[in-house]
């Protein structure tokens, strides 16, 4: 199944949930606490070293993520479209496991 259907599948099940769409309820900020609630989870898989609880944390926040753009009126392709073209060019170094950007770097 191609990425752009997961998408729509999603976006089908928010708004059959009332999430999103003319019915829809969710509200920005719910859909950001849901999300600080998900990324919590996947830090706790992180540090437990659970494979399959990292893969859930990321899907589902990959679901908040993509309800949200929703929610403030624009779509997750989009979003994600504006920040390759921002990371795109970016320069910079790995630095203790992270990619810091040349503009952060102090040498």
Same mark, same amino acid.
């Given at each position: %199944? +191609?990425i752009?259907?997961?998408? @729509? !599948?999603?976006?089908d099940w =928010? &708004? $059959?949930k009332?999430?999103i =769409?003319a +019915? =829809? #309820? =969710? #509200?920005? &900020?719910?859909?950001t %606490?849901?999300?600080?609630?998900?990324?919590?989870?996947?830090?706790? *898989? +992180?540090f437990?070293n @659970?494979? @399959?609880?990292?893969?859930?944390?990321i899907?589902?926040?990959?679901?908040?993520?993509?309800? !949200?753009?929703?929610i403030?009126?624009?779509?997750?392709e989009?979003?994600?479209?504006? *920040?390759?073209?921002?990371i795109?060019n970016? $320069?910079?170094? %790995?630095?203790?496991g992270?990619?810091?950007?040349? $503009?952060?770097?102090t &040498?």
């Amino acid at each position: %199944m +191609n990425i752009q259907h997961q998408i @729509d !599948l999603v976006r089908d099940w =928010g &708004k $059959t949930k009332g999430i999103i =769409g003319a +019915n =829809g #309820t =969710g #509200t920005e &900020k719910a859909q950001t %606490m849901k999300l600080i609630e998900e990324v919590e989870e996947l830090v706790e *898989a +992180n540090f437990k070293n @659970d494979h @399959d609880e990292k893969i859930d944390a990321i899907g589902d926040c990959t679901v908040v993520l993509i309800l !949200l753009a929703e929610i403030i009126g624009v779509s997750f392709e989009d979003c994600l479209e504006k *920040a390759y073209q921002i990371i795109s060019n970016r $320069t910079g170094e %790995m630095v203790d496991g992270t990619f810091v950007k040349d $503009t952060k770097l102090t &040498k």
